[in-house]
């Protein structure tokens, strides 16, 4: 079977997660020419079909050949939810046992869109509730694709992320086709430098994106120091952060695509001038930025975010020390949209 074909919760391929390659060949076997392929993907990714109906440029007989052996792959969202501040989460059928969720950030001029690549995490990072709830499954990219064309802002959305539910650099084949989807020319055309990829940096999927997309990079850092990473994020024994700085080195980041360093600031954990010293030291090493994160409560982890002014000192001995750092500002917290909320779960409410 095709890769991008594969897909565990629809029972017919999905064109939406199909490369210009795959649909060609599933122009040949319903007995088109090579050139709908290109016809397809425009109705799939350039005029929001949702029904193989509505691809009134191919052959009638053919419509019905394809309606009866592939799918689509669009889906509504199950659930919507609206947060005071205007940040919208959805919730999409995912894998077996576990839905995932996407959320909306609305700002002054731009619209983000945070999309998950898996079914719940592997990582098992301690602050995180996607973590908590273990691994259902891998997402196609047919159902990454159906994230940014289904939610309702599709068509004002600016920016994307790879910052939802899962580990993208661990669903690496999935992601990097659904972002080839999203920057084609054939595709949606988005610019790679609207797209940014979360990883906590695991190194053999780091790199694959590294070299075969040129998306914005962001690392799961949380904290500089090995042995102290290792405890609230168990990926540092299999990745260490060293080994992971030590690839990122071999590459350059001063031009067009940009390397952040992602830090959630736990109080008494990882916010004194030594962590910030060393942050700063990697920072600058790979000519990162960083963005500090207020950590977000979730149960089962004791930790809480610094006051508003310890977080400011932080960066500020950042900026101090030559490294471009911000605060990000914290959205959607009272619909468990904020960072690390995320669960996947429809009756996942703030308590
Ligand atoms: S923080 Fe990211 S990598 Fe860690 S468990 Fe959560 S989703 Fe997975």
Redesign the pocket.
């Known amino acids: 079977m095709d890769a991008g074909r594969d897909n565990q919760t629809q029972s017919r391929p999905a064109l939406l997660g199909m490369d210009l390659g795959a649909l060609r060949q599933v122009a040949s076997e319903v007995g088109l020419r090579s050139f709908a392929a290109g016809q397809m993907a425009s109705w799939l990714f350039k005029r929001g079909c949702v029904d193989f109906a509505q691809m009134t440029d191919l052959p009638k007989d053919a419509r019905a050949i394809l309606a009866r052996d592939y799918e689509i792959g669009r889906e509504e969202p199950l659930v919507e939810s609206l947060s005071t501040d205007g940040t919208a989460k959805y919730l999409f059928r995912g894998a077996p046992g576990r839905d995932i969720e996407s959320v909306v950030i609305p700002d002054a001029d731009r619209a983000t869109l945070c999309v998950s690549s898996q079914a719940g ?5 301690a ?5 908590r709830g273990g691994f259902q499954g891998q997402l196609t990219a047919a159902q990454i694709i159906n994230q940014v064309l289904s939610v309702p802002q599709s068509a004002s959305l600016t920016n994307i992320v790879f910052m939802g ?3 993208p650099a661990d669903n690496v084949a999935e992601v990097i086709r659904a972002i080839d989807i999203l920057t084609a020319p054939w595709g949606m055309a988005w610019s790679p430098r609207r797209i940014t990829v ?1 990883t ?1 940096g695991k190194t053999d999927g780091l790199k694959a994106l590294l070299e075969q997309t040129q998306a914005h990079i962001a690392i ?1 850092v949380h904290n500089p120091f090995g042995g102290q990473r290792g405890q609230i ?1 168990p ?1 540092e024994k299999a990745y260490p952060l060293e080994e992971v700085m030590n690839l990122l080195r071999s590459y350059d980041f001063r031009h067009q695509r940009r390397l952040s360093l992602e830090y959630t600031l736990f109080a008494g954990r990882n916010d004194s001038p030594a962590h910030a010293r060393a942050l700063a030291d990697i920072a600058r090493s790979v000519d990162a930025r960083v963005n500090l994160i207020r950590f977000h409560r979730i149960p089962g982890f004791e930790g809480h975010a610094p006051a508003q002014k310890s977080m400011e000192a932080f960066r500020d001995a950042l900026n101090a020390a030559g490294v471009v750092a911000t605060i990000r500002a914290s959205r959607g917290e009272d619909i468990m949209a904020a960072c ?1 909320m ?1 669960a996947g779960d429809k009756n996942n409410k703030q308590a």
């Open positions: 995490c592997r990582m098992n990072c602050f995180c509730m996607t973590g539910m899962g580990e979360s906590i799961s994020m990926v690390g995320l």
